[in-house]
């Protein structure tokens, strides 16, 4: 049996939430748990940003793995798990752009460990649906609801700070990821120094 991280724990311990669903795993993914939970789904997504987790999982063939920045329109799940992530803006991103994806009734499992803050996905969801916590351990919690009122679009863009920055006398158009607080300059700085 492998090992998994805390968050993986608690989820494992409530499987039947996940019976016969589409699962789109987001979030903060850092163990193998996906595979493992498509034994008890019907099928299972994961969409990550992080090129390592994406690396991790793309081998197994049990599960698909997609990399980029935002999601495919042709993503096939009812139900969200989201790892919750170490950075609050993260989550609200991640939640915001699955669920204007997903649509209405669409079913979401929160885990994470208690001191990164999963505790605020309660007041975070509120604008979407019921969520409440059912399960606790390991200094992680569980929660389930269900999207009633999903947002209409989701914009990448406005996720992005826009500003000039000044480089020997150039002014390069440049962004700032207000998640990850990635500077993208739309020019490349180093020709030009």
């Not at 499987?15 to 595979?35: C, M, N, S, T, W």
């Not at 994470?112 to 390991?138: C, H, Q, T, W």
Request: with cysteine; net charge negative.
């Amino acid at each position: 049996m492998a090992t998994y991280i805390a968050p993986s724990q608690i989820a494992e311990r409530q499987l039947e939430y996940f019976a016969q669903k589409r699962v789109l795993v987001i979030g903060e993914i850092e163990d193998q748990f996906p595979i493992e939970l498509s034994k008890h789904c019907d099928k299972v997504t994961v969409f990550t940003s992080n090129y390592i987790t994406y690396r991790m999982l793309s081998s197994s063939s049990k599960i698909t793995t997609l990399f980029g920045a935002s999601l495919p329109s042709d993503i096939d799940a009812d139900m969200i798990l989201l790892y919750w992530p170490k950075a609050k803006a993260e989550a609200q991103m991640l939640l915001e752009m699955a669920l204007a994806q997903l649509g209405n009734d669409t079913e979401i499992a929160v885990v994470g460990e208690n001191r990164s803050g999963v505790k605020s996905i309660e007041k975070m969801f509120k604008p979407y649906g019921p969520l409440n916590k059912y399960d606790s351990a390991r200094r992680c919690s569980f929660y389930w609801g269900m999207c009633q009122s999903a947002p209409e679009s989701f914009e990448l863009d406005s996720w992005f700070k826009h500003y000039q920055v000044e480089l020997n006398g150039l002014l390069l158009p440049s962004k700032v990821c207000q998640v990850c607080s990635v500077m993208v300059s739309l020019m490349v700085a180093a020709s030009y120094c």
